[in-house]
C-alpha cells in the first residue's frame, strides 16, 4: 500500500493461496466443488451506513480458486458476502 487513511480503511490484504496452502488435505477435499456469494448483507451495510446504494445480487463462486497461469489454488470467502455453501456435488446448501 503505497498511501492510506491516517484512521485505517476497509482495505484488509491477506494471502488466500498462503491460507489454501496451510489447511490439511483432507479439509482442502472438503472445499472443492463449495460455491458462495450474497450482495445481500454487503449492500444493507451500505445503506446503514450512507455509502453507495446498488441493487443486491446473488451468484455462486467457488470457494476454491484457481489462477489461471500459475495453478496456484486459493480461499475466496469473505465473511460480510458468505450467507451459505453450496456442495455442487451434492446439491445441497448450507446456511452458515
Same mark, same amino acid.
Given at each position: 500500500m503505497l498511501e492510506s487513511p491516517p484512521s485505517g480503511g476497509d482495505?484488509?490484504?491477506v494471502d488466500a493461496?498462503? #491460507?489454501y496452502e496451510?489447511?490439511?488435505p483432507g479439509f482442502k477435499g472438503r472445499l472443492h466443488g463449495l460455491t458462495t456469494h450474497s450482495a445481500h448483507q454487503q449492500a444493507e451495510i451500505s445503506v446503514k451506513?450512507?455509502?453507495v446504494l446498488r441493487k443486491p445480487i446473488i451468484t455462486a463462486h467457488p470457494v476454491v480458486r484457481q489462477h489461471p497461469i500459475t495453478m496456484?489454488? #486459493?480461499?475466496f470467502v469473505n465473511s460480510v458476502l458468505l450467507v451459505r455453501l453450496r456442495d455442487i456435488r451434492r446439491r445441497k #446448501?448450507?446456511?452458515c
Open positions: 482495505t484488509v490484504f493461496n498462503e #491460507a496451510r489447511l490439511f451506513t450512507d455509502g496456484r489454488k #486459493a480461499i #446448501a448450507t446456511t
